[in-house]
């Protein structure tokens, strides 16, 4: 069956680096585009990166661009958010999710657009 195991969250400093990984099974990685999405208690979900197949086309919300970079290696089935110069207020549970499609939507922040979620990693930003 689809899975999407997100792991590399923790409790880290203003200013540190994380980095997330997202490993899948069931399925073709390659021929999908992925998600992070992200969400803090009593705040909607965020969609944070998207990329499309082949590394093609990378999507940022504007409050992590220039800090964050998403990638991927498909021959290991993983997708990674390497999260740099973090912030309190990126606290929150990340999840992967796979699109339903290989390239991401201009509105890849809508979460139709993905059928399969993984659990969530919680990433805690605080001194």
């Known amino acids: 069956q689809v899975q999407l195991v997100e792991s590399g969250g923790g409790l880290v400093q203003p200013g540190d680096s994380l980095r997330l990984s997202c490993v899948a099974s069931g399925f073709t990685l390659a021929a999908h585009a992925i998600a992070w999405f992200r969400q803090a208690p009593g705040k909607e979900r965020e969609g944070v990166s998207c990329?499309?197949?082949?590394?093609?086309?990378?999507y940022y919300a504007d409050s992590v661009k220039g800090r964050f970079t998403m990638s991927r290696d498909d021959t290991k089935d993983t997708v990674y958010l390497q999260m740099n110069s973090l912030k309190p207020e990126d606290t929150a549970v990340y999840y992967c999710?796979?699109?339903?499609?290989?390239?991401?939507?201009?509105?890849?922040?809508?979460?139709?657009?993905?059928?399969?979620w993984g659990q969530g990693t919680q990433v805690t930003v605080s001194s």
């Open positions: 990329i499309s197949k082949a590394d093609r086309k990378t």
């Open positions: 999710a796979r699109d339903v499609g290989s390239y991401c939507q201009d509105s890849y922040y809508y979460a139709g657009w993905y059928d399969y």
